[in-house]
Every structure is written in C-alpha cells, then in structure tokens.
C-alpha cells in the first residue's frame, strides 16, 4: 500500500526537473560526507526503529552508547517483548520522555502476537505500532526498505521551509500538508535515482530513497541548523529561497515561543542503617514506574522547611546537599534535595516508600533529575538519620 497519499490542498509544488535536480544534488552530499553512525551499518528494522524511537528529543551524541547497549541486552523483537518492565526502564534511563520505552515494549509486543516476531514491512502495518507516527514510520520504511515513504521532522522541516521559502507556520494544518507534499515528491523522485559510490559505512543503504531521506535528516542536523546555517556548505545553496531572499533567520516561522514556566521541588533524602527511603511512580503518570526521593512542589511565598513539615519531614540543615536543575518542554525545574527525618505521624513504609542500600538503588530505574541525587550520595555525600 502507498505510504502516505498527496495532499489536494497542497501548493508549492516542485517541477520534475527540480525535483530530480535536488535529489541527485543530496544523495551526492550524504554520500559524500554523511556521518558514520553505528545505526546506517544495518538494514534491520528492528535496530533502526530503535534509534529512530532514541533520536526523538536527543541528541545523537547522547543516542549512540543508548543504542549500543541496548542492542547487546535487546537484539531483538522477541528479546524486547518478553523483557521485565524495569529492565526496559533501565535501559532506557536518564534518555527522558519514558513513554516512547513503554510504547516500544508495547510495540515489541504486538509484533510478536500480529506478525509472529518478524518487523513487518508495510508502512500501515508499521504505522499501527504504538508510539508510531507517520514520520516514524516513513524512516523505517525508507531506511529499512527502500520505500518511497516521505518524512517530516523537525530537521527536514526547517530544510523545506528555507528551500522552498513557504512563509506559514508549518505547524499550522494546511502548511503542515504541504511540506509533506513536498516531502513527498522528493522521495518519489528518488526511486529511479542511481547511488553514487558509496563508502564503507553507507555500503547497507537499502537504495535511493533510503539516501534521500537520510540526506534531509542529515542536513538539517549539520548544515541547515536552527541558528547560523552553514550556508556556505550547502548543497541546495544555490536553489535556497531562504538564502537568496536572507531569510534564514525568519524561516521556518514558527511562532512565538511559548514562555518558560519555573517550578520548585524538595526532596527529602533519608537514611536509616546504611539504607535510604525511596518510592515507586504509580502507573498512569509522568515518569510512570520509575523511582525517586519522596518529594514535593513548593508553592509561591512556600519554604522548603514548610513544604517539609506539610508533608511529615523534618529537615536539619537549612542548606539543601544538592539543587539539580532541568528542563522538560516548557518548565524550568529546580529540585532542591535535603537531608530529612521522618517527623511524628510522618510517612510510613507502608504507604508505598522502600528502604534500599546504594547499590540496590543503582540498579533501579530512577528519573534523570532524582538519579543525579543518587550519584551525589554515591560519590560519599550519604547522610545519617
């Protein structure tokens, strides 16, 4: 079945020739000079719809030991599917987002019970797995299979807005319609273009589709960034709206950015004999099943004392052991974590907290920002109650 059908709205539109002309200009760029990643070494779905899943919100950098290690404990769908929850968690720890782990044991899951363990390799089939979009599915189907299926990041975004100049904001519907158009067209052009030579890491490119998607993706992420553009070493420069109008700067118009909210937590860091008390994420929740310090949101004109008392600790000292600041989409998080005693009518265990020694802490699957805590007590920072 055709990935994705042409939007009837859609404007913009490239000529053949032009078409034919960006694409032969791309897969001659990515051949060239694409970077060597450990996930374009393999044409098995399974290991790319890993990275793809990873890449989303991080960094590549960041990806890469994520992927590796991932690999050697999950080789496969079947592996993925029968795995413990928190075997998962963990090795998805500290990437963020953990939705897209549960999502991909969800999917793991599903392949095993519709497919009988094999990635399937039709794009509605792919498009059906929890935690996939259509562009996700379109990286799989391209990378993996050489399909004509167009993607639409954020990076190929930028790179068809500044090409093709379209001045609306493509998170808008109609804009958004027609930048997959676009997309689209490209990567149809792509089926009857010849590779290039290609060198030893790009030697498992499925064909030129797999090329010309990748080669969106990969400019977007080296040449045709958000802030100063490497103009100079683009290969489409020549046909770029944005570079010939100087509108780089403008382009993709996005908006205005939504303001940062901050938000202020405490946690309460408390030993008893060499262990620590600690507590499970119920279901159903932001970082769901993951484990913290037992915390709490400090209100405006609220102290970290006061916020302790409401919530049955007492805290010593008046400076906290570490603050741990982070980010997740729109707020600014400060997490402050003190030394504390469980105060009279406190909280019990029983109310769903556990007493764990570091090392049986290391291996549960905690938050980034309360697994930042952890390390501090790691590194001799451990208090006595």
Known sequence: ??????????????????????????????????RDLPWRRTLDPYAIWISEIM?????????????????RELPDVAALAAAPSEKVLKLWEGLGYYTRARNLQKAAQQIV?????????????ILALPGIGRYTAGAISS???NQAAPILDGNVIRVLTRLFGPRDNPREKVANARLWNLAEQLVEAAR??????RPAHLQTLSGACSALNQALMELGATVCTPRQPACADCPLARRCVAKRERLTSRLPNLGERAKAT???FVAFVVERRTRFLVRQRPGGVVNARLWEFPNVEIQDGETPRASAQTA????PAAAPLVVVNHTITRYRIALAAFRAKIADGGPR??????????????????????????????SGAAVKD
């Not at 890449?55 to 690999?71: A, C, N």
């Not at 019970?113 to 089939?125: C, T, V």
């Not at 009857?192 to 030579?197: I, Q, S, V």
């Not at 049955?312 to 805290?315: A, Q």
């Open 192 to 197: 009857d273009a010849a590779l290039p030579p």
């Open 113 to 125: 019970a519709k497919h009988k363990g094999a990635f399937p390799a039709d794009f509605d089939d």
């Open 262 to 264: 901050t938000r202020r």
């Open 312 to 315: 049955g600790f007492n805290l």
């Open 349 to 378: 265990v029983a109310d769903g907290g556990r007493w764990y020694s570091l090392s049986e802490l290391d291996a549960l699957p905690f938050t980034s920002a309360h697994r930042k805590i952890l390390c501090h007590l790691s």
């Open 143 to 145: 990378i993996a299979f």
């Open 55 to 71: 890449l989303q919100q991080t960094q590549v950098k960041t990806v890469i030991p994520y992927w590796d290690r991932w690999l």
């Open 1 to 34: 079945m055709k990935p994705a059908a042409k939007s009837k709205s859609a404007t913009h539109d490239a000529p053949p020739r032009r078409q034919r002309a960006i694409v032969a200009s791309l897969l001659d760029w990515f051949v060239g000079g694409a």
